[in-house]
Every structure is written in C-alpha cells, then in structure tokens.
C-alpha cells in the first residue's frame, strides 16, 4: 500500500514538474494555417525592430509593446496581406527606424554610396596630380633653366679636376 | 600654385564637417524616436471613454483648437512624475486629452480621483490600438495637436517646466493661442 501511494505521487509529481514548460510554451501561441503563413509571420518579426528595445528585433523582445506588434503582425498575415504591406503599416506609424531593411532615401544614400565618391574622388585626384608631375618633367627647358644647368655642370667638372 | 593650396584645403574642411557630425552624434540620443506622424492628421479612432464604458469616444470629439494629447498608465512611475504639471497646464487654461494606455479601468479611475484629473476627456486604450497608430512607444508621451487636428510636436518622457517652456510654448505660440480659454 505504502508503495502504492509513492508511486502515484511520482506521478503527480511529474505532471507538476511538465505543467510550467507546457504554460511557458503556451504565452505566444499562434496558429498557422500553412507553412508558408508561419514562415512570413516569422520572417516578418525577424526583420522588424521593436522600437521599445531598440537592438531587439520582434521576435526576440519580451516588452509588451513587442508583444502587441508581433500580435499585429499575425493578425496581418492571417488576414493574408503581403509583407511589405505589413512593413509599410509599421513604417506609417514608427518609421523608417522599425525595419532592419531600411528603404533607399538620400540619408541612406550617403551611406551606402559616399565611401566609394570619396575612393573615385581620391583615385582622380591622385592621378591627376601624378599626371601633372610626369607633365612638368617633360616640357622642355627655359633659357634660365638651361643657363642654370650649364652652370652646375661647369662646377662639377671644375670639382672633378 | 596658390590653386593648388585651395585645393588642398577640400580634404580638411571635408574633415572638419566630418568631425562635426560625430561630435553633434555624441549628444543624440538613441532612444528618442521622432515621430512619423509630425504634420499628419491623428489617426481616426473609436474608442470606450475611461469613466463610462458605455461612452464611445469617436476621433471627431477632439477639440477644435489646439489641445494637447497625454498618453499615461498608472504602471507607469513617470506619468506619475508628470501629473502634477498636468494639472498646473490645466488650470492655466490648457485644453488636455488623455490616453489611458494598455491599464486597468478601475485603478486609472482611481488614480485620477486620489491625483487630480487634469483631462478634458479620457480614451481607454486597453489594447493599445490607438498608441500603435500614433506610434507610441512608451509612456508618458505627449502630443501636441493643432486646431486642425493635425499632429504638431511629440514629446516623448515625462512632461516639466523645462519641456513645456522649451519645446511646446514656441510651438503653440506660433500656431496661435491654444486650449478652451481664448
């Protein structure tokens, strides 16, 4: 008898033990209808940025406001609606700084284009000036340069006897 | 010669506006977001009033002069910082509409009854809906909206002295006078 009781609260005990993951695993459950559904709803909170927690994306934040947009975002994509209707959504109230694929604008521009200006323009400018060196060295000698030539080779042969 | 001295100058100045971007970057701060939503109308909303659910609240009832837009909780120690100055904005005739954002109706009330109510009306916003239309990405945040229902400043943090004398008075001024009392 007295094993008998043992055992069954083994048994008890083991369902408590299983009760906190199955509650845990419970606070963001969403439904998918399809596979294709899951893996934009889970795209989509991978490449927006919870505004709260800024180095965080959607999926990864537990603040609340996080869990009201990925809330949002899978009502969205239930409601079939494509992705990039969902990021502009986003965008129209949290700009350009909820997505981690920002759009082109002229800020960005700068960004991804100015290194290379400034390369092209420092590779022109550095040729430019070698080809103006190579150029002065080529012109031909003025009476005064040629007087100052024949004056120093005079000097140097006077030195050399 | 004397061009190519000129020339050589670009790369500094090139430099000097450089360094002055980094320094002004050293004093931004990160985590305030400017609002998309500066110049545009406030969002449309239907919403229960805080003190009597049966009152739906639509965005048409705002104020037809400029008025300012509170987003508060009472889980939120900084909205309990600001309240005091909510109420001295008030009494000085400043129209004020709450948005009691993602809390408990019956604690809000309280709140209200046991701190002073400085607000014109009160949205219950118990799901966030509207604070994510508006953008809003904590508590407290204040809006400043104009007589044509357009949104004109949004403060994010607790709202002061300071804040109001430097952000929202050279606002208003320009938009003209603001609240009921004119």
Redo the contacts between chains.
Sequence with gaps: MNHLICRRHCWILCCLLMLPVSVLANIDAYQFDSIAEEDKFKKMIKELRC??C?NQNLSDSNA??AK??RQ?VYNMVKQGKAEQEITQYM?????N?ITYRPPMTIGTMILWFGPFFLLISALI?MTMRIKNKTADLNQPLTEEEKHRLQSIMKQHDKEAQ | MKKSNT?MAVPLVIFIVFLWFLWKGLSND??I?????INKPLPQFSIESLKDKNIIIQSEAMPKTSYLLNVWATWCPSCRAEHQYLGKLKQQGISIIGINY?DEREAAIAWLQQLGDPYQLVVYDE??QL?????V??APETYLVDALGKIRYRHAGPMDETVWQSQFLPRINRLGKLGGKQ
């Design positions: 505004p709260k800024q609340p406001l009201d947009l949002k965008i129209d109230r949290y700009g700084f400018m | 020339m990160p985590r977001l400017e609002s998309v939503l993602k799901a966030g604070g994510i239309d508006l953008g990405y904590g």
